[in-house]
């Protein structure tokens, strides 16, 4: 049980590459959330998909698109990267609803945009 | 705007001492408040939820909707509480909004 996995851990992209992050989960759950984490911003939301087959903005989704390829499933895309999306990525799935739920997150992509 | 304000970057204890690490949120609605803890070279995860009103690893977090604050409290720190604490707030439909973060290190 592997929990929430992400693909790759480092990353160095040059202005106007593209790129995917990949994020999967072996939980079962229904929800998956893509943050980025900047020094002294803390984490936020880029976009979350509550279940299956559906996807929301965050608070930051400009310059990124997501796709829920299936209920393990929830990848992060760049379509033309620019610095200031130099960050680090993590992933979170959880059960989805209710007052009881808990997010469980990966480990992280660290990603550098020049 | 800012949702969730954590004002100490950085906040250092002696062991046996009592923290206090603070949070106050803005939501209009009724909110849901979390604490996440990521220690050292380990992933972010859960510590406690305002809702369950627990207490875990000894520390508590009441929810003060006057003061709209969820202060993370705990009487006496350990070594091991030396971590980066973030408070978390949820709105409606899953959106989530964390705060900048506190690192607490205790002092042996």
């Known amino acids: 049980n592997a929990g929430v996995t992400q693909t790759p851990k480092f990353q160095v992209l040059k202005t106007g590459q593209s790129m995917t992050l990949q994020c999967a989960q072996d939980m079962n759950h229904n929800s998956m959330y893509w943050y980025r984490q900047d020094p002294g911003m803390g984490l936020r939301l880029i976009y979350y998909?509550?279940?299956?087959?559906?996807?929301d903005k965050g608070e930051v989704p400009n310059g990124y698109n997501v796709s829920r390829l299936n209920k393990r499933e929830f990848s992060l895309r760049l379509e033309s990267a620019a610095p200031s999306q130099t960050s680090v990525y993590f992933c979170?799935?959880?059960?989805?609803?209710?007052?009881?739920?808990?997010?469980?997150f990966g480990p992280g992509t660290r990603l550098t945009v020049l | 705007a800012q949702r969730v304000t954590q004002p100490e970057k950085l906040l250092s204890v002696f062991k046996g001492a009592p923290v206090e690490l603070k949070c106050n949120y803005s939501y209009s609605g009724s909110p849901e408040l979390f604490w996440y803890v990521q220690y050292s070279r380990q992933r972010l995860q859960l510590l406690l939820r305002h809702i369950s009103r627990e207490s875990i690893k000894g520390f508590t977090a009441d929810l003060n909707k006057g003061e709209t604050s969820f202060h993370l409290k705990k009487p006496f720190a350990q070594e091991e509480d030396s971590a980066m604490y973030y408070c978390a707030l949820r709105t409606g439909g899953n959106q989530f909004y964390f705060g900048t973060g506190t690192s607490l290190t205790v002092i042996p």
């Open positions: 979170a799935s959880s059960e989805g609803g209710g007052s009881t739920d808990t997010q469980y």
């Open positions: 998909s509550a279940s299956e087959g559906t996807t």
